[in-house]
T-cell receptor, first 114, second 114 residues
Framework: AQSVAQPEDQVNVAEGNPLTVKCTYSVSGNPYLFWYVQYPNRGLQFLLK??????LVKGSYGFEAEFNKSQTSFHLKKPSALVSDSALYFCAVRAAGGSYIPTFGRGTSLIVHP | NAGVTQTPKFQVLKTGQSMTLQCAQDMNHEYMSWYRQDPGMGLRLIHYSVGAGITDQGEVPNGYNVSRSTTEDFPLRLLSAAPSQTSVYFC?????????????FGPGTRLLVL
């Protein structure tokens, strides 16, 4: 079985400050990890993914995420938050060699204050 | 490419009514799936398909039927709507068979069952 935990329902950060949205996972074998973003009244959009290789993955809109195998984490980060980053963020995981359908976390609402 | 399209955008049903949510993709993706999104619950997988003629159940399949007669279309049928099926429904597709393939989401259908 595979699962994802996003321990924070909401993250608040001031514009210009660094942001972190947390994600931990559980999967048998090697993980494929994803971050998606959902803006109000829209579908989810892909941000970035980790498959293999460098533990630091860079994605769209200046976001990056660090894969930590020992802590089974894949936290999303951005050095300087923008008000326009305010959205709902979903972490997803699937097992390498397993089902091609990923499991999503519950989502974290990011609010960036001006 | 239109990507993943969903119709209708919004629907109100009475308890016991049936309806079909339409989903189509023009990217020749093998994998398609239906999710429902509820506050605090994140995305939950309803049904998925790994190719034309092949479907399987996800986490919350009860009350829903699917079929996949073509690669492009993956309709979701509510047989007898219940208030518990009030939700936002997302269809997604992916190429499948590739390591780390990302999912493409439709804009969603907002369903209210009275």
């Amino acid at each position: 079985a595979q699962s994802v935990a996003q321990p924070e329902d909401q993250v608040n950060v001031a514009e210009g400050n660094p942001l972190t949205v947390k994600c931990t996972y559980s999967v048998s074998g090697n993980p494929y990890l994803f971050w998606y973003v959902q803006y109000p009244n829209r579908g989810l959009q892909f941000l970035l993914k980790y498959i293999t290789g460098d533990n630091l993955v860079k994605g769209s809109y200046g976001f990056e995420a660090e894969f930590n195998k020992s802590q089974t984490s894949f936290h999303l980060k951005k050095p300087s938050a923008l008000v326009s980053d305010s959205a709902l963020y979903f972490c997803a995981v699937r097992a390498a060699g397993g089902s091609y359908i990923p499991t999503f976390g519950r989502g974290t609402s990011l609010i960036v204050h001006p | 490419n239109a990507g993943v399209t969903q119709t209708p955008k919004f629907q109100v049903l009475k308890t016991g009514q049936s309806m079909t949510l339409q989903c189509a993709q023009d990217m020749n993706h093998e994998y398609m799936s239906w999710y429902r999104q509820d506050p605090g619950m994140g995305l939950r997988l309803i049904h998925y398909s790994v190719g034309a003629g092949i479907t399987d159940q996800g986490e919350v399949p009860n009350g829903y039927n699917v079929s996949r007669s073509t690669t492009e279309d993956f309709p979701l049928r509510l047989l007898s709507a219940a208030p518990s099926q009030t939700s936002v429904y997302f269809c997604a597709s992916s190429y499948g068979g590739q390591a780390g393939e990302t999912q493409y989401f439709g804009p969603g259908t907002r369903l209210l069952v009275l």
